[in-house]
């Protein structure tokens, strides 16, 4: 049997190797077997400053603040406030999308399940006070393009989150930040966390690290530090973003500036290895409600064999193990639990390719102490495959934030060239680097979905086209987020 102090010893090992492996600044680990829990950190929060990362380290989370707002709604369902089926409106009348039928039918449950039918990635910055959802709601939210009926199609709804939030707030008469520290901060013993980059700066806070383009003196101005000309950050070196908080304070329910540790990060897991019960001792969620937050509710499309599912608030991409990322320029986290098995992760870097880090260090852990067996990929599609008609799938497609444009060419192949567009693009250039195109070959799989080929030849996911109109092309491309057809 592996003692504490050998599994220490081997996760620090592990992290050390794969943070050189993959080139990742820093990043910090807290993992929990039983009741049992080890810490290891890798490298700097800074690697301008070259600050060393601690296990009480702050890094940003982004998306996996869904699973702590997902549980806030869940509360309010144990504490009879609030109904999973009824609409949202119900409890927050304010709320409506750009279509006004559609807006009258969105359930809890459908937000929760990212089922809402509506734009999700709504970035532009509206306030950073305490009336940030509140003003989110009303100016954003409402002027959300409906692609799909609710409830007929997941697609991943920040903005739905965002809505969450506010239901929170108005139920529970607190601003959001104050809510998640009252009701699931505070009792889970979640001390290290920070809302805004002023409160970072209360801790030993990491920065997002990306790699650089050489766009002039700006540039140049901005790498330089105390220790000379050496640090300037020339094209395409990994370097620290220019700015902590990439993402407009806007909608800290779905993710975008709140940061904690991995301990902290790691509470959060641990509160579902025990049915809803804090360190404490006082029942948190109840063992039904936290059951339900396990539970498939939509199934999901991946790039294997294995049944994956959107839960209420958690991932289910495989079979005993729900899970959570997060990710932005310059960051990706990681939370994971094995509920029959009692283990728990989590994982936190200032890297885009940290989350390659992630998945390299969990998966062999939860093989061997959950019998939980890495994702399987499915295999590549043959590049005989084509299509009989390339005519209903070609064209403009786009989000708020990516245009997307599927061509084909002499041979007959499929194309997705992808663009990030608006605010998705200016979140790239605020950190400091240039937003990137990308061009992949589209291989049929089975009707109306394609495999997406990476550059290195393998499978790296699935489009999906749905809904043809009376011409036989397809009004939407599903890839992650539903984007409508423009031309």
């Given at each position: 049997m592996t003692t504490t102090t050998?599994?220490?010893?081997?996760?620090?090992?592990?992290?050390?190797?794969?943070?050189?492996?993959?080139?990742?600044?820093?990043?910090?680990?807290?993992?929990?077997?039983?009741?049992?829990?080890?810490?290891?950190?890798?490298?700097?929060?800074?690697?301008?400053?070259?600050?060393?990362?601690?296990?009480?380290?702050?890094?940003?989370?982004?998306?996996?603040?869904?699973?702590?707002?997902?549980?806030?709604?869940?509360?309010?369902?144990?504490?009879?406030?609030?109904?999973?089926?009824?609409?949202?409106?119900?409890?927050?009348?304010?709320?409506r999308t750009a279509d006004e039928a559609a807006s009258a039918k969105i359930?809890?449950?459908?937000?929760?399940?990212?089922?809402?039918?509506?734009?999700?990635?709504?970035?532009?910055?509206?306030?950073?006070?305490?009336?940030?959802?509140?003003?989110?709601?009303?100016?954003?939210?409402s002027q959300a393009a409906q692609h799909s009926a609710p409830g007929e199609r997941w697609s991943y709804c920040n903005a739905g989150y965002g809505t969450l939030g506010r239901l929170v707030e108005t139920t529970r008469g607190l601003p959001y930040e104050q809510a998640l520290r009252r009701y699931l901060l505070e009792p889970l013993g979640i001390e290290e966390v920070a809302f805004s980059a002023?409160?970072?700066?209360?801790?030993?806070?990491?920065?997002?690290?990306?790699?650089?383009?050489d766009t002039g003196p700006d540039t140049v101005s901005d790498a330089v530090s105390d220790t000379g000309p050496d640090t300037v950050s020339h094209a395409d070196e990994l370097g620290p973003s220019r700015e902590w908080a990439l993402m407009p304070p806007s909608n800290p329910a779905a993710g975008n500036q709140l940061a904690m540790s991995a301990r902290?990060?790691?509470?959060?897991?641990?509160?579902?290895?025990?049915?809803?019960?804090?360190?404490?001792?006082?029942?948190?969620?109840?063992?039904t409600s936290a059951a339900m937050m396990l539970r498939p509710e939509v199934p999901l499309r991946g790039v294997g064999s294995v049944p994956s599912y959107q839960s209420l608030g958690w991932a289910l991409l495989r079979p005993g193990i729900a899970e959570h990322g997060g990710g932005a320029p310059g960051v990706a986290t990681?939370?994971?639990?094995?509920?029959?098995?009692?283990?728990?992760?989590?994982?936190?870097?200032?890297?885009?390719?940290?989350?390659?880090?992630?998945?390299?260090?969990?998966?062999?852990?939860?093989?061997?102490?959950?019998?939980?067996?890495?994702?399987?990929?499915?295999?590549?599609?043959?590049?005989?495959?084509?299509?009989?008609?390339?005519?209903?799938?070609?064209?403009?497609?786009?989000?708020?934030?990516?245009?997307?444009?599927?061509?084909?060419?002499?041979?007959g192949r499929l194309w997705l060239a992808e663009e990030p567009v608006r605010e998705g693009a200016a979140m790239y250039r605020t950190a400091g680097a240039s937003p990137t195109a990308t061009r992949n070959e589209l291989r049929p799989i089975e009707r109306d979905t394609f495999g997406i080929i990476g550059a290195d030849g393998a499978l790296s996911g699935t489009v999906d086209f749905v809904d043809p109109d009376r011409h036989g092309r397809f009004r939407l491309l599903a890839k992650g987020r539903v984007a409508e057809r423009r031309s």
């Open positions: 050998e599994l220490r010893a081997r996760i620090q090992d592990d992290l050390t190797r794969l943070g050189e492996q993959h080139g990742v600044p820093g990043a910090a680990v807290a993992f929990s077997l039983g009741t049992d829990v080890v810490e290891a950190t890798h490298g700097v929060l800074n690697t301008r400053t070259g600050t060393a990362v601690t296990p009480d380290s702050l890094f940003q989370i982004q998306s996996i603040t869904k699973v702590f707002t997902a549980t806030l709604v869940m509360q309010l369902v144990d504490d009879g406030l609030v109904e999973l089926d009824e609409p949202v409106r119900s409890f927050l009348p304010e709320f359930t809890v449950r459908h937000l929760l399940t990212h089922t809402g039918g509506f734009e999700g990635d709504l970035w532009q910055p509206t306030t950073s006070g305490p009336d940030a959802l509140d003003r989110f709601v009303r100016d954003l939210v002023s409160q970072a700066l209360a801790y030993s806070t990491a920065i997002g690290h990306v790699h650089r383009t902290g990060l790691l509470a959060l897991g641990q509160l579902f290895l025990s049915h809803g019960v804090a360190p404490t001792g006082q029942q948190l969620l109840s063992e990681q939370l994971a639990i094995a509920p029959d098995r009692s283990v728990a992760a989590a994982v936190v870097t200032n890297a885009d390719v940290g989350g390659r880090l992630a998945r390299d260090l969990l998966d062999p852990l939860f093989a061997e102490f959950a019998d939980i067996a890495p994702a399987t990929t499915a295999p590549v599609p043959s590049p005989a495959l084509r299509v009989a008609d390339a005519t209903p799938y070609t064209g403009r497609y786009a989000t708020r934030q990516t245009e997307s444009e599927v061509t084909h060419d002499a041979d």
